[in-house]
């Protein structure tokens, strides 16, 4: 029996060249992906058949056979994108076609015994189990391989692009380009604190982002993630919050929207500075001058917000709360007191009592244009930063 299958292996290695170009012809015709001749060529498709193929048929006689063809195979299709289901489709079609030629070997050759094609059929079927989970395996390694390092340059490519850090060789727009950014804004600088080391306190976000058509890129730092996400229409930019909302689980900073791509180091540290306000959640930079004011220099904003609020700080809870909660209010309301009584829930003159001691505590007057500013600024600040005044009351 040994001698009639090594008859068989003998006239299927002198078919080989012709097995290959039928089975080349037939992965050509049934696969879509390998019927364009330019993502794999018609040679190197015909060589690779021919030297798996021949391998298999090899393992008729050979039962220690060498599986490092199907592997490699399967590493450099994953390297140019195959997907691994063209792949398998293919090594089938191989396969089947040789099973005919080992049919139509025996019709030519009558005198080839049932247990010899029997046992040839067999050793067909393992090979082929064999050389599909080696090139599988291979193939899933190097996908994989692909992925993580994929991750990786896109992890870099981000935090160049949010930190400003451009390598010389590539410019911002081709480093949005390989991030799949659009190169138009407007965008939104996002900086979300972790709870832990390792961490992503924004979960799944890129893809939650997709799926409201929103593109962005990430990086995950030790303290932070923070990312850039393209915002084109305001829609879209509530939607963003929203879904920040929904998925934070600590504290995010939102930049107000900017359209150059040159602007997002800039933005990046507004949606920075949000992190260290009160409170949990998301907090949006809005872009006014007196948010740029009270975080753009916090060394000098703090200590002038503790000179001027240090009285306030010192009453209790209860007492102070309100008149925080009413200047806030007068100011919101471009200095109206009944518009801001009628937001407060109270008497326009209640309203009048709280600004007048507002102005007692503060030894500033609302009507003063430049002590009006101060009192804004101090209260913006109180707003957006941690006070600590006295040493043991934080805001």
């Not at 992906?33 to 498709?45: I, P, Q, R």
């Not at 393992?59 to 063809?69: H, K, N, V, Y």
């Not at 009270?294 to 007492?319: C, F, H, M, N, S």
Request: charged residues 25%; contains cysteine; hydrophobic residues 45%.
């Amino acid at each position: 029996m040994d001698a009639e299958i090594a008859q068989i292996r003998d006239a299927l290695t002198a078919r080989m060249d012709a097995i290959a170009v039928a089975v080349t012809a037939a992965i050509r015709r049934d696969i879509p992906f390998y019927a364009d001749a330019g993502a794999v060529s018609e040679d190197m498709v015909t060589d690779t058949v021919r030297d798996n193929l021949s391998y298999m048929v090899k393992a008729l006689t050979d039962p220690s056979f060498d599986t490092s063809p199907a592997a490699m195979t399967g590493r450099s299709r994953a390297e140019i994108g195959v997907p691994l289901a063209a792949v398998m489709h293919a090594y089938r079609i191989g396969v089947h076609r040789v099973w005919q030629e080992v049919y139509a070997i025996a019709d030519e050759r009558p005198e080839l015994s049932r247990q010899a094609l029997l046992s040839a059929t067999q050793h067909m079927w393992e090979a082929q189990d064999q050389f599909i989970d080696a090139m599988a395996g291979a193939h899933r390694d190097r996908t994989t391989e692909q992925a993580l390092d994929d991750a990786a340059e896109r992890a870099a490519l981000a935090e160049y692009l949010l930190q400003g850090r451009i390598p010389s060789d590539q410019s911002l727009w081709e480093i949005a380009t390989i991030l799949r950014i659009p190169t138009t804004g407007p965008y939104l600088a996002v900086a979300a604190a972790t709870v832990e080391v390792g961490r992503a306190p924004l979960p799944g976000i890129v893809d939650r982002l997709r799926a409201i058509d929103a593109y962005s890129a990430w990086r995950l730092l030790p303290d932070q993630q923070i990312g850039i996400v393209h915002a084109p229409t305001p829609a879209v930019r509530t939607a963003v919050i929203d879904l920040l909302s929904r998925v934070a689980i600590a504290r995010v900073g939102v930049s107000a929207p900017f359209g150059d791509l040159r602007d997002t180091p800039q933005g990046l540290n507004f949606a920075r500075r949000e992190l260290v306000g009160p409170g949990t959640g998301v907090s949006v930079f809005d872009g006014s001058v007196l948010g740029t004011a009270a975080i753009a220099a916090p060394e000098t904003t703090v200590e002038l917000a503790r000179g001027v609020l240090r009285k306030l700080y010192a009453l209790p809870d209860d007492d102070r709360e309100p008149l925080f909660a009413t200047f806030r209010a007068w100011v919101a309301h471009e200095g109206n007191v009944k518009d801001a009584a009628t937001a407060l829930f109270v008497h326009p003159n209640t309203v009048r009592h709280r600004l007048r001691r507002i102005e007692q505590l503060t030894d500033r007057s609302v009507s003063s244009p430049r002590e009006s500013a101060e009192l804004c600024l101090a209260f913006e600040v109180d707003a957006r930063v941690r006070l600590q005044v006295g040493g043991d009351r934080e805001r």
